[in-house]
């Protein structure tokens, strides 16, 4: 039964949604998750790469959200040469249909309140303060009253900008993807592929995420302003084609990227953006699950004790930022330099990279291992990578 108010007020039921609910609920808010769609995790638009270490401070490994285990990334160079990775954690390749309710369910369990179908229209405003959302559930606009909203809607969240948040992302710093799940194929159950250059796909990479030995999320990422000439329906087709020549298309996702820094702006007063709808993406690899969970926790406890203190002005609910620069936040800005370094990386250099990581010790071949190498010849940027990797240890994923 819809109350009339409640402390906290979330927008999306996606992962960063669900933990913020469920960290505000465990620290005693009372918490209300509105979503849009009849239940959370579908439709997926996702390859559901994840790292071990990432996801499960959030929730117990559970085998029924868990396609397959990867313990090997395979990268393939421009001129076909390839490197293997053994040394970089276990990595999963998700349900999220059936993760994303689970941690949807873990929020309920601490005491958060969830509604389907519930499409958020608006804020609702008095005297200039956020007091609430408006909100369609099936047929009937409905009001409901809250002391803090957190925007947890996604890439194309418009929960920031109703609060007058500039939510606009540079086309460069949004990559455009195209993926299908493909059946009918051999791939390794425990292998990740990626694949570089111009050819294959310009400012971006092209993914192979097994789901099985015979099943498959294979899609590509085009940086979007290099995605005008060829869009990257025609790469991965093209890329399919030659690969996969007697795969069947089992599902197929559109969907953006963004690839930036997190932004400037994810706090005002009773309000606060996590996830994707504040940019909370790894600008290399494009994964947000782990970044944008680990935000919402932060922003779920800060929110939980803004309604102890009761205080939900923007100066107390900044300490959020605060936490989530010094936890992941600057290191998402370290990893957008070096984004930007890889957008001009020549094919040449891709395949002198892959040709060196292939000369380091199986045992020493980690990602941080690659970065270094990618960045050698900046030697700021040497330097700020290095400090990232200590500072976080880099999530990837
Ligand atoms: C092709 C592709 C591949 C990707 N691959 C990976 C990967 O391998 N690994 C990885 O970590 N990340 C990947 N990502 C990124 C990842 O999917 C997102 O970073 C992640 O889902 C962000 O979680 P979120 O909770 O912020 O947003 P979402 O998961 O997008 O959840 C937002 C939720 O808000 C709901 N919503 C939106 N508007 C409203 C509204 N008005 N009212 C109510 N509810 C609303 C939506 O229905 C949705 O449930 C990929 C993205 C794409 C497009």
Redesign the pocket.
């Known amino acids: 039964m819809l109350k009339e108010k409640y402390d906290v007020v979330v ?9 913020a609910a469920r960290f505000a609920a465990e620290n005693g808010a009372s918490v209300l998750i ?4 009849r239940e ?3 439709p997926v ?6 790292s071990h270490n ?1 996801i499960e401070p959030f929730i117990k490994i559970d085998k029924r959200w868990i396609a397959s285990q990867i313990d090997v990334a395979k990268l393939h160079a421009p001129n076909g040469e390839v490197a293997n990775m053994y040394n970089n954690g276990t990595g999963y ?1 998700l349900e ?1 249909r059936i993760f ?1 309710t689970s941690l949807c369910e873990l929020a309920t369990e601490y005491g958060a309140e969830l509604i389907t179908k ?4 608006d804020l609702v405003w008095e005297n200039n303060r956020i007091t609430g959302v408006k ?1 369609k559930h099936i047929n009937e606009i409905k009001e409901v009253k809250c002391n803090i909203v957190i925007g ?8 920031g900008r109703w609060a007058g948040i500039d939510t606009s992302v540079a086309l460069k710093d949004i ?1 455009t ?3 299908y799940t493909l059946s009918n194929i051999d791939v390794s159950k425990d292998t990740c592929e990626f694949y570089f250059g111009k050819e294959v796909s310009p400012g971006g990479y092209v ?1 192979i ?1 097994p789901k099985s030995d015979h099943t498959a ?1 294979v ?1 590509i ?1 085009v940086a979007g302003h290099l995605a005008h000439k060829k869009g990257p329906k025609e790469y991965l087709d093209e890329f399919v084609e030659e690969n996969f020549p007697d795969a069947q298309v089992t599902y197929t ?5 963004t690839t930036a820094a997190t932004l400037k702006e994810i706090v005002k007063d009773n309000i606060m953006l ?5 940019r ?3 600008p290399i ?9 680990i935000a ?1 926790s932060i922003a779920g406890k800060v929110a939980a004790e803004a309604v102890k203190k009761n205080k939900f002005n923007s100066k107390f609910l900044k300490k959020y930022r605060k936490i989530w620069d010094k936890k992941l936040g600057n290191t998402q800005k370290t990893m957008y330099k070096m984004k930007e370094k890889f957008m001009t990386t020549d094919d040449t250099r891709f395949n002198k990279i892959v040709e060196i990581c292939q000369k380091i010790p199986e045992d020493e071949f980690s990602v941080k291992a690659l970065f270094t190498e990618a960045v050698k010849g900046d030697p700021k940027l040497m330097l700020e990578v290095a400090k990232a990797f200590v500072a976080s240890k880099m999530k990837l ?1």
């Open positions: 927008v999306g039921a996606g992962p960063a949604g669900s933990v509105l979503e849009r769609d959370p995790g579908i638009r996702c390859a559901e790469g994840v990432g390749v999220r994303d519930a499409d958020a229209l909100f947890a809607d996604g890439v194309e969240s418009r929960v990559d993807c195209v993926q993914w995420f999320n899609g990422g996702v559109y969907g953006g990227v996590v996830g994707d709808a504040a909370q993406v790894n690899t494009g994964g947000g699950i782990v970044q944008g969970m919402a994923k």
